[in-house]
């Protein structure tokens, strides 16, 4: 079965960067469109960026223009490069495909603090 690992998260100032990394266990990663999702304490798990297999991005309002989505096909990982974070930005971030059918992973925690 398909497992993914997050990792990368902390603890950063507002302002401050982090990149998320995130490795999927079997090749068909290479041929979905890759996504990220956010849940803050207290909500729902938000879809954050996504990434198809050609390439083509899409974003959220609220991070459009400060993160971006990159993937790896042959190493098959899924990257989010997180730049002027913001406290809004704080959650447990998760990678899947878009469709949320692979298995949700521990995922990595992201603090951004004032």
């Known amino acids: 079965q398909v497992h993914v690992v997050e990792s990368g998260g902390g603890w950063v100032q507002a302002g401050g960067s982090l990149r998320l990394l995130c490795a999927a266990s079997?090749?068909?990663?290479?041929?979905?469109?890759m996504a990220w999702y956010r849940q803050a304490p207290g909500k729902e798990r938000d879809l954050v960026a996504s990434?198809?297999?050609?390439?083509?991005?899409n974003y959220a309002d609220s991070v459009n223009g400060r993160f971006t989505i990159s993937r790896d096909d042959a190493k098959l990982t899924l990257a989010l490069q997180m730049n002027s974070l913001k406290v809004d930005d704080t959650g447990v971030y998760y990678c899947?495909?878009?469709?949320?059918?692979?298995?949700w992973g521990q995922g990595t925690q992201v603090t951004v603090s004032s």
């Open positions: 899947n495909i878009l469709t949320r059918a692979w298995p």
């Open positions: 079997e090749s068909t990663f290479k041929i979905h469109t």
């Open positions: 990434i198809t297999s050609g390439g083509i991005t």
